[in-house]
């Protein structure tokens, strides 16, 4: 394997954990940040070298781009990556319109190269085990999925709280639907004078009757990170506070048809122990060696934005029609 060499553009709080895993796994070859004193403390402390954003475009040592900076520069950082040859990661929300998606992706098709977007959570052990329980019939035929993201958390005043939040859980409903959704429905909370909302409720239906419903707030008093998937057989529970041996949990219990429920003892899914993160960023090294296409490459990346971009017109619908 040759050497591989990649900027991290963005020193973040996001942006640490990134530059700590890639020089971890001996990849992070330089670092930028608009915040010099970001850019500064990680230099410091992993003794890197500060590039100026044209040097890091125009290396030809430079391999790859890791982009977490704020979603509004996403789009001209990963155009100029791109076109200078580098294969691109970029942490979620890949875009802020449904447009900048899609030409990224033609970009990256028409210049052959990886480009990756941060859906984290499809590469957390616990998720990983689901989708296989789920394909393997576990609960059955799936008929609901429930996704909860609440927090009293970071509040963004350039991105709504879906491309924060609900982006993630988007991602983990089209991994496991494999299809977009026919139709959905948006209940929406505005707190400031924020760019979008702050708190939504999204139902998302599909072809085969299958719905999806999505809590996303960044201003609840609680912590609440549930995934559940619930089918004719019993469901499948993610919840992503708890320890690992209780990250995911089977239960088979079930509503019959005349209404009665179906109690049995709810069962904990073994799993082996893992950093996202650092499986995220080894599948975009990997895919740098292989030439193959990432888990959550651009064609998923503009799934999920199209989605987004159903909530976001319905939003818009609902505030005409009022």
């Known amino acids: 394997k040759r050497e591989l060499n990649i900027a991290l553009i963005g020193c973040g709080n996001w942006g640490k954990n990134i530059a700590r895993n890639l020089h971890q796994m001996g990849s992070l070859a330089c670092i930028y940040d608009t915040n010099s004193m970001l850019s500064k403390k990680l230099s410091h402390e992993y003794n890197l070298p500060i590039f100026e954003i044209n040097k890091i475009f125009e ?3 430079i391999n790859g781009i890791v982009i977490a900076s704020p979603a509004k520069t996403h789009k001209d950082l990963a155009i100029q990556s791109l076109k200078n040859g580098k294969d691109v990661f970029i942490e979620k929300p890949f875009c802020l319109s449904l447009l900048d998606a899609q030409m990224l992706s033609e970009l990256a098709i028409v210049r052959n190269r990886v480009l990756m977007v941060g859906h984290l959570i499809n590469y957390h052990n616990a998720f990983i085990k689901m989708k296989q329980l789920i394909k393997n019939g576990k609960i059955g035929i799936p008929q609901n999925i429930r996704a909860n993201r609440l ?30 959704p026919i139709d959905v429905n948006v209940q929406s909370i505005h707190h400031h004078n924020n760019i979008g909302p702050d708190a939504v409720c999204v139902k998302l239906l599909f072809s085969r009757g299958l719905t999806a419903l999505i809590n996303s707030d960044w201003m609840c008093p609680y912590k609440e ?19 690992w041996s209780e990250k995911l949990l089977y239960n088979p219990s079930f509503v019959t048809s005349n209404n009665a429920i179906e109690s049995l003892p709810i069962e904990k899914i073994k799993i082996q122990e893992n950093e996202p993160l650092k499986s995220e960023l080894n599948e975009f090294i990997n895919c740098l060696h292989s030439r193959k296409s990432p888990l959550t490459d651009h064609k998923e990346g503009v799934n999920v934005q199209i989605v987004l971009d159903m909530i976001d017109k319905k939003i818009l619908d609902n505030k005409v029609n009022l």
């Open 59 to 61: 290396d030809k040592n």
């Open 151 to 180: 927090a009293l958390g970071t509040i963004r005043s350039e991105e709504s709280v879906i491309y924060d939040l609900s982006a993630h859980d988007i991602s983990m409903i089209l991994s496991i639907t494999e299809e977009l």
């Open 225 to 243: 990170h549930k995934f559940s998937a619930i089918g004719t057989k019993g469901s499948l529970i993610f919840d992503d506070t708890k320890t």
